[in-house]
């Protein structure tokens, strides 16, 4: 149960999926002209929606739309501030990372399960086990000293 809680702990540090940002590339300002609705009349809970009804304005209509739909926008030049350059760089970094982990735990899971008998597989388990182990306990103990550094400097500095 411990290596699947450090196993998605890991991926929620280095992906941040609480960020719903990504992939909108600035799009993230809501359109300008939405097109609104008004009610006419006393009662505001109805409204008026004007329906071509004659033959020859349908046409027209669909041939406007077909026209619209065949004509190309031109292609906006969009300057990127250095800002926005830099967010992308670390968001490119941090998927990298990602992929990079979760490959390197893929090859780690394929090697464990790759054992064929019975003794060979408890052996590649708890090898597994013991790695997880000890890697966390070390990073526990790193962590614990850098910050017990920390603070002891902290309260000689006068801060």
Do not use: C
């Amino acid at each position: 149960m411990a290596p699947s809680y450090i196993a998605v702990l890991n991926v929620y540090a280095f992906s941040n999926v609480h960020d719903v940002s990504w992939g909108t590339k600035g799009d993230n300002k809501p359109q300008a002209d939405l097109g609104k609705v008004e009610a006419k009349g006393d009662n505001k809970n109805e409204v008026e929606v004007v329906v071509p009804t004659a033959k020859n304005d349908i046409n027209a209509l669909y041939e406007d739309a077909i026209h619209v739909l065949n004509t190309k926008k031109p292609k906006e030049v969009q300057k990127v501030d250095g800002a926005t350059k830099q967010e992308d760089y670390y968001r490119g970094f941090r998927t990298n990372v990602l992929l990079a982990w979760t490959l390197s735990n893929a090859l780690l899971a394929a090697v464990v399960v790759s054992a064929n008998d019975t003794q060979s597989a408890n052996t590649a388990v708890n090898g597994y086990m013991a790695f997880i182990l000890f890697s966390v306990a070390g990073l526990a103990l790193i962590r614990f000293v850098g910050s017990t550094t920390y603070m002891v400097v902290r309260l000689f500095a006068g801060e």
